[in-house]
């Protein structure tokens, strides 16, 4: 239960800095960090993937309450929460689906993480560049790529920080 | 029931998923205002395209009915631009005798007693000697034998036999079938026939040699006689010879209409085909 309340706790408070000050860390004008992708990314895989898309769904709401376009956050985190699993199954062919819900991902290597959260981030980002601007033209695929980065960077440092066992 | 269960159970996963991401582009449509006109503009945008697609399917699919339409309304045109024939040959005729044209009796426009019933070939044969046309109207359409079938190009041939609802017809490619043609704008009057060959291409004979013929005059039916009214275009003479033993020409004519193409026609009737033949009879 108290573990239950910390985790709950936890994300909103995530979502709430999400909102309050990442959303203000704008750089050079091309794209704020996502640090809340921390939460999607580090959903425990036994989770079925229905509460899983539930879940990112409602954070992607919660976050497009802050930061506009509304709906375009959820479209994004759905389209990571699929592709996650699919991801770390091509990662690790010998496990098959069953193996990939047990993976336990704050116990990966310090190595791995980036090459497993890089995709997906680089996913969710684009979904919400090309939602937020309606376009594929250069311009949306830099802010694309400069968001990943940037989010990636500051998603790692926290994971490293707060999850990592 | 159970097994659509079972299946929405086996997909579950991805039912939520879709049914999510729906929700949220929703959202993403409904609440922000550039992409909302970003897809008002896109699915406009599809919409007409799928919209036009429609049009023209369903256009298409109600060309038969526009055809049977265009055809009603052609034959309408017809009977009309022969009506106007007659009175226009008839006044150009008695101009020069009188021009008290209010006292002229119906007989004075032969032309008009032409009526015509729309059709369609549903058999045609243009490879043998002695083609024929079946045409998809009979005797309860008013058709009777020997009435003339002619196409939006000119002559197609003449009804031989007529059942209930069916006829079947001589077409003008048979070698029994003999016209009377004319020259137009000449008033020389030959027999057409053709004979076998290319079914692009007949004769017309017995056009003296001192009338003056040349390549591409036209032949049309003449007035001598009952089955078609005067002035239907048969083709077009395409080459000229001379028989200068018996005094006459043999000329080549292209035929106007396209047997490989027969499709829409008419039957004409006479209205007073009857009463001609059986004057004709008691000469006989």
């Known amino acids: 239960m108290e573990q239950t309340i910390k985790t709950v706790f936890g994300y909103v408070l995530m979502l709430v800095l999400q909102g309050v000050v990442f959303d203000r860390m704008t750089l050079w004008d091309l794209a704020s960090p996502s640090a809340y992708l921390v939460l999607a990314l580090f959903l425990p895989l036994r989770l079925s993937p229905t509460w899983e898309y539930l879940a990112v769904f409602g954070m992607g709401m919660a976050v497009g309450l802050f930061a506009k376009p509304i709906g375009a956050h959820a479209v994004g985190l759905l389209a990571l929460a699929w592709f996650r699993r699919r991801w770390l199954a091509v990662l690790n062919p010998n496990l098959g689906e069953k193996g990939v819900s047990e993976i336990a991902l704050e116990r990966m290597s310090l190595r791995s993480w980036p090459v497993y959260m890089a995709p997906p981030v680089l996913i969710y980002e684009f979904t919400v560049a090309v939602a937020a601007n309606l376009s594929l033209s250069a311009d949306v695929w830099l802010k694309a790529l400069f968001g990943t980065v940037y989010s990636l960077s500051v998603c790692l440092v926290i994971s490293v920080i707060f999850i990592r066992k | ?284």
């Open chain 2, 1 to 284: 029931m159970s097994r659509l269960f079972a299946l929405f159970l086996a997909y579950r996963h991805t039912v939520v998923f879709v049914a999510l991401f729906s929700l949220s582009l929703g959202i993403l449509v409904r609440f922000n205002r550039d992409q909302s006109l970003f897809f008002t503009r896109w699915s406009l945008a599809v919409g007409g395209y799928f919209h036009a697609k429609h049009s023209t399917l369903v256009n298409y699919l109600s060309l038969g009915e526009e055809n049977a339409k265009l055809q009603a309304e052609n034959m309408a045109l017809r009977q009309k631009a022969i009506t106007l024939e007659s009175q226009l040959n008839t006044y150009k005729y008695r101009a020069p005798y009188s021009t008290d044209f209010s006292v002229l009796p119906d007989s004075a426009f032969p032309l008009s007693r032409y009526v015509f019933i729309p059709c369609r070939a549903i058999e045609n044969s243009v490879v043998h000697n002695y083609n024929h046309i079946v045409l998809n109207v009979g005797r309860r359409h008013g058709v009777e034998p020997q009435m003339g079938v002619i196409s939006a190009d000119g002559v197609a041939g003449v009804v031989t036999q007529v059942s209930e609802n069916y006829s079947l017809g001589m077409s003008l490619l048979n070698k029994n079938l003999k016209l009377s043609a004319q020259i137009h704008g000449k008033k020389v009057r030959g027999s057409f026939q053709w004979e076998g060959g290319s079914p692009r291409y007949g004769s017309l004979h017995y056009i003296p040699l001192h009338y003056k013929v040349a390549v591409g005059d036209t032949v049309t039916t003449s007035q001598y006689s009952t089955i078609f009214p005067e002035g239907m275009i048969i083709g077009k003479i395409s080459h000229i010879n001379s028989r200068e033993s018996d005094g006459f020409y043999d000329l080549d004519v292209q035929l106007n209409t396209d047997f490989h193409a027969l499709d829409f026609l008419y039957v004409v009737k006479h209205a007073h085909k009857h009463e001609i033949d059986s004057l004709l009879r008691t000469i006989n």
